[in-house]
């Protein structure tokens, strides 16, 4: 029978609307890219992963199963595999089926960490039918803290596992507080698997962030959809568009929802005014070379012990040890 505790509890779920209204009510607007993930937006990214634009899944997925071997010997086994910001368990099925290593099973339990519970739940479902007999352990939880992992797998080595360049969607102070974070979690046995995004050329970065279905830009306005559903606010998304800007000297892609006309929206009694042009910036996509994302993990408590690319130099897998 599979070995499943169901949802650890935690204080994640935080009023939505003490999270939205100070960007909001900021000179220069701002939503947090973790309001995206509630169903329709899981919905959504998971569409945007199959996209032709959107080359960072298919690239990562090919590389993961190219240096699936080569991890097997680099993990001292057993370890649970703990997979920050679980919203594609595709990726994580790629290491979980590399799951022996000369008849022997390498990851013994997998404990995903999302503050999407829809994808949590839908994951525990996939896991039951492809691997039956793994522990399964989910926490719901705001991964950029420290998480105490559960009673069930203390004792045995973690593997981290951040897959999909989520490291850069938070901003260089932020992306080191996560890390710093992942390092107290994961202790002094853990290894840390990182996947980012590496900078190329707009032509490649634009399309994939704006494509030409328009999935994305659903994407981007279901974040209005939610907050008039959860927290009584009366956007009307369909006056709001998607914007993806490259924006050079801080190497990232800038995701906005630009209003386009004057218009006052009401959310939790205040009145937020917006003139036409003015854009609520929602997302950050850093886009980081090896040695700026080195660095990062060093100042965390890090350093790298193996690093993968791509053919293309596009995507790059790090193996991150405990720096002491």
Known sequence: MPKDTGFTPSAAGADIIAIALPGLLAPRKTLPAKLFYDEEGCRLFYQITELPEYYLTRTERTLLEQVAPELAVRVRSPVVLVEYGASDEGKALYLLRQNFRQ????????????VATPALHSMRARLRTAIPDLGVYPIA???TEPVALPD?????????????????????PAARGFLTAARRTLGAEGLFLVGADLRKSPDVLLPAYDDAAGITAAFNRNILVRLNREAGANFQPELFAHRAIWNNQESRIEMHLLSQRDQTVQLAGHAICFRAGETIHTENSYKLAPDRFKALAMAAGWKCQDMWTDREQRFALYL???AV
């Open 141 to 143: 939880a705001d991964f």
């Open 103 to 114: 008849g022997r099973r390498m990851v013994t339990a997998y404990v995903p960490i999302d």
């Open 152 to 172: 069930a797998v203390r004792g045995t080595a973690p593997l981290g596992f951040f897959p999909g360049s989520t490291i850069g969607n938070l901003d260089p």
């Open 320 to 322: 991150l040890r405990p």
